[in-house]
């Protein structure tokens, strides 16, 4: 799987977007970028992914660049409960496993 | 709740011991994941099993066996327990293998060695 790079801290004011970096510049074509964040000790959570379209669910946007070396995962309104590590994981498509790296550590602040 | 159940929470053994950790995947999964998460070495895929037969093995000790039963729960049996065992294992289910399905992710059980 293609190597990650994100900062490994960001502040967001409470109500603010939270973008969100990635940067995946040997990422091939069958792969697929993945967002999950883990709040203090829970399990992972599953936010959403895409291949090279930009993707919208109810939790979060994720913008991938058209030469998809990177990638921008947008909280439109963020709140106090998104104080989290968030992980940008890069995964073929005939893969199962999850590769975590450091992921940023997002606080929100009031 | 993800519908991913793990017990115990939490388990407090000395080291030399011999646990085992369950899980119960989501409703109509077939494929489970276990992952290791401690401080030095972030959270580390072990093993998947998917129907029953094991799928992917990666960073799991020798130590360390896993089984997937014909109802689809798993456990996690860790042997000769070491401090450094000491750690959150998470368990993950999703409905197929090989398939890009999110993965589900349990609460951990929260495992120390003393």
């Known amino acids: 799987d293609a190597k990650t790079t994100q900062p490994p801290s960001m502040d967001c004011a409470e109500g603010r977007a939270a973008n969100l970096p990635c940067n995946h510049s040997?990422?091939?074509?069958?792969?697929?970028v993945y967002w999950y964040r883990q709040i203090h000790s829970q399990g992972p959570q599953y936010i959403i992914h895409?291949?090279?379209n930009n993707e919208t669910n109810e939790m979060a946007s994720l913008i991938i660049t058209e030469d998809r070396k990177s990638s921008t995962l947008i909280l439109p309104h963020a709140t106090l409960r998104d104080t989290a590590v968030y992980y940008c994981i890069v995964r073929e498509t005939s893969g199962s496993r999850l590769t975590f790296g450091e992921g940023t550590q997002l606080t929100v602040n009031p | 709740d993800s519908g991913v159940t793990q017990t115990p929470k939490h388990l407090i053994t000395a080291t030399g011991q011999r646990v085992t950790l369950r899980c119960s995947p989501r409703s109509g999964d077939l494929s489970v994941y276990w992952y290791q998460q401690s401080l030095d070495q972030g959270l580390q895929f072990l093993i998947q099993y998917y129907n029953g037969e094991e799928r992917a093995k990666g960073n799991i000790l020798e130590r360390f066996s896993a089984q997937q039963f014909p109802d689809l729960h798993s456990e996690l049996n860790l042997s000769s327990l070491e401090l450094g065992d000491s750690a959150l294992y998470f368990c993950?289910?999703?409905?197929?293998?090989?398939?890009?399905?999110?993965?589900?992710f349990g609460p951990g059980t929260r495992l120390t060695v003393t």
């Open positions: 895409g291949l090279k």
């Open positions: 040997t990422i091939s074509g069958n792969e697929y």
């Open positions: 993950a289910s999703s409905v197929e293998d090989r398939r890009l399905y999110e993965q589900y």
